[in-house]
Structures are given as C-alpha cells and as structure tokens.
C-alpha cells in the first residue's frame, strides 16, 4: 500500500471511531494527536476518503471547464492549474 499523509483533520474525524479499547484520556488523546496512531486502518479511511473525495471534486471541474469552453486560451490555463493540484 503507497504511503498516505495523514493530516489533522483526518486524525480529528477518526477519533470518534477509534477502537473500544482506547479511553478517552489526556495521554491517548495527545498521543493520537501526534500521530502515534496512525497506523490504524480508522485513521487511514478517512486519509483516502479525504484524497478521493478531492481527486472526485477535482475531476468534476474540470468536466465544468470542459463543458463551458467560453474561451480556449482560459480553459487550457484551468485544465492546467488542474493538472498541476493533481501532481500530473
């Protein structure tokens, strides 16, 4: 499995559905916080959800700019912008 960013949003939705077995303490909450946890398969579905959920919403802009195509030299800066948030 490729290497996912974790960020703290990702880490703040997870929390509510940590494991059972992790009490609601001053020490695992700092230590999930910090990143300790993020090895857990919670926190890592919410990471892809995240990056899926942008690639999607990335994707449906660029069918708009496509779709509109009021100018070309506008659309091929966009598609550009576009492509460069992808990494492409």
Known sequence: MTEIEITDEDREAAWPCRPWHMTDT???CSAWNEGEYDHLKV???FARHRIAARNRALEDVERACR???Y???PYTDTMA???SM???
Do not use: D, F, L, N
């Open 26 to 28: 001053v020490a695992t």
């Open 81 to 83: 912008a576009i492509r």
């Open 67 to 69: 779709a509109a195509q």
């Open 43 to 45: 926190i890592q579905a």
């Open 71 to 73: 100018s070309p030299a």
């Open 86 to 88: 992808r990494g492409e």
